[in-house]
């Protein structure tokens, strides 16, 4: 690489879920993760991620309302494939749409969408979504098999599940760290010789934040707990002041490798 191929820039997707979630313990309607989001867009937020579940747990149909109307950066609307989900995004129209797998029980997305098995369903279900402007991107694991089923329905973005990565850099398992970051390194290389933009996250913090970020073919980080956890302690505009500075140190230490 040299000075004039340096790596894109990387953008950071900023997760509200979670503010959503300590107003929803008491009801009521505060802490707003509207005003969480006017700050996190003040803050350096590239973009700010939402995701209506399908029992509501964190963010309400108002909130969607409340971004779509108030919002300068992009929302990513993070949902999964059922036609309620649909018609909603579609009244909507987001920037992007994120299809993720969802199950009531589960305390956060566990895993990657299925998108080998479903490939038809994926296909029809995405495809209005792309006919009203919105940037599809599929939530999958980092398999090829799943890397070439989001290409053939027809998706523009894949956001590779960092999960497994980051659970082992927080239990110290450093071979197993080892051998996640190199598959998803192998991964968003072959998403991106496909021609797909390559966007990442889940579970990510200071701790695990830098590998991926210096992944070339990484567009995007969306993080989400972590931030807003973190914002109890230094506050919100500073968790996420810390966040793009190692995002950034990142990709210029990147750079400078692949100049030397
Ligand atoms: N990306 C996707 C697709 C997700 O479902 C989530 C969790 O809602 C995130 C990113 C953010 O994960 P976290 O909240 O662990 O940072």
């Not at 973009?47 to 969607?64: K, M, P, Q, V």
């Not at 999960?163 to 996640?180: F, I, K």
């Amino acid at each position: 690489m040299s000075e004039t191929t340096k790596l894109p820039p990387l953008r950071l997707g900023v997760n509200i879920d979670h503010v959503a979630t300590v107003r929803n313990a008491r009801g009521g309607d505060y802490p707003d993760p509207l005003r969480a989001a006017k700050l996190a867009e003040e803050a350096g937020a590239d973009g700010i991620t939402a995701h209506l579940r399908e029992d509501r747990r964190h963010i309400s149909d108002g909130d969607i309302d409340g971004l779509m109307a108030m919002l300068s950066v992009p929302l990513n609307f993070e949902m999964a494939a059922t036609q309620e989900m649909q018609d909603i995004a579609l009244r909507h129209k987001p920037h992007a749409v994120c299809i993720v797998p969802e199950k009531r029980e589960e305390k956060t997305t566990e895993g990657g969408l299925e998108v080998a098995r479903e490939e038809n369903k994926l296909a029809h279900f995405i495809a209005p979504l792309r006919d009203a402007g919105c940037r599809v991107s599929i939530f999958i694991a980092a398999e090829r098999r799943q890397i070439e089923a989001a290409h053939r329905i027809g998706a523009e973005v894949i956001e590779l599940h960092t999960g497994g990565y980051c659970d082992a850099v927080a239990e110290g398992r450093d071979e197993a760290a080892a051998a996640e970051l190199a598959r998803l390194r192998d991964m968003s290389s072959f998403a991106d010789s496909l021609g797909l933009e390559v966007h990442a996250g889940h579970g990510l913090t200071y701790d695990s934040v830098t590998p991926i970020a210096a992944l070339p073919e990484v567009r995007e980080l969306n993080i989400g707990h972590f931030l807003i956890g973190e914002a109890i302690f230094r506050g919100l505009t500073p968790a996420i002041a810390e966040m793009r500075r190692l995002m950034e140190t990142a990709r210029d230490q990147a750079n400078a490798m692949g100049a030397a």
